[in-house]
């Protein structure tokens, strides 16, 4: 089983529409969840994170988290054409200073 | 907003020989990190270093690879006796504890 599995994409929304990213972790102890933005041929760009159970919102982001489930998602809002990139799930087992353990993303297309 | 600066850009080089990636983390940040990504593939953790030393290393970072902190603001990651595998983009990350904070990479390419 892979530790961070991500919806297999790509997925292709229209502009404005919600895009919705999913993502399960295998680690029952995890204790906080990153999302990455990766445009092709750049770094990971931190979009949000989260630790605790519920919903954490940023704009047009939110995460979604539900440690019973093992389960983190993501959702864009009034997606836009320059949402159009590759979404990491990170998880890192510790609040602090330990690995991340990242997804193999899923790749987003936001069509004008 | 502070940035994780990495040199060179791209680096080219023959199989066999060193190569040392530089980076220079966020200033008051207390842990540093590097990652790789094999193109097409997902970003995969090398080791993490915090109080001067190593605290956590995959199995990826064999006898060929090491890191330095060779003084108060770089991070150096060499890798010897490089292979053709080893080609792939190497990013460097710092963190004060919360989120990691990712520089715009390395890209090594091994001929």
């Known amino acids: 089983q892979k530790e961070v599995e991500q919806n297999s994409g790509p997925l292709s929304v229209p502009e404005g529409a919600i895009a919705s990213l999913n993502c399960t972790y295998s680690d029952r102890g995890s204790q906080s969840f990153f999302w990455y933005r990766q445009y092709s041929g750049k770094s990971p760009e931190l979009i949000m994170f989260i630790y605790s159970n519920g919903d954490k919102e940023d704009g047009r982001f939110t995460a979604q988290l539900n440690k019973a489930s093992q389960y983190v998602s993501l959702l864009i809002r009034d997606s836009q054409p320059s949402d159009s990139a590759t979404y990491l799930c990170?998880?890192?087992?510790?609040?602090?200073?330990?690995?991340?353990?990242f997804g193999e993303g899923t790749q987003l297309t936001v069509n004008p | 907003e502070p940035e994780v600066t990495q040199t060179p850009s791209h680096q080219v080089t023959q199989m066999g020989q060193e190569v040392i990636l530089r980076c220079v983390p966020i200033s008051n940040h207390l842990y540093f990190y590097w990652y790789r990504q094999i193109l097409g593939q997902k970003v995969e953790f090398l080791v993490s270093?915090?109080?001067?030393?190593?605290?956590?290393k995959s199995e990826i970072f064999d006898d060929q690879f090491s890191v330095e902190r060779p003084d108060g603001s770089n991070f150096t990651l060499k890798i010897r006796s490089t292979k053709l595998e080893d080609s792939a983009m190497y990013f460097c990350?710092?963190?004060?504890?919360?989120?990691?904070?990712f520089g715009d990479g390395t890209r090594l390419s091994i001929l």
């Open positions: 990350a710092s963190s004060s504890g919360s989120y990691q904070h």
């Open positions: 270093f915090y109080n001067n030393e190593i605290s956590e």
């Open positions: 990170a998880v890192n087992p510790e609040t602090s200073g330990s690995r991340l353990t």
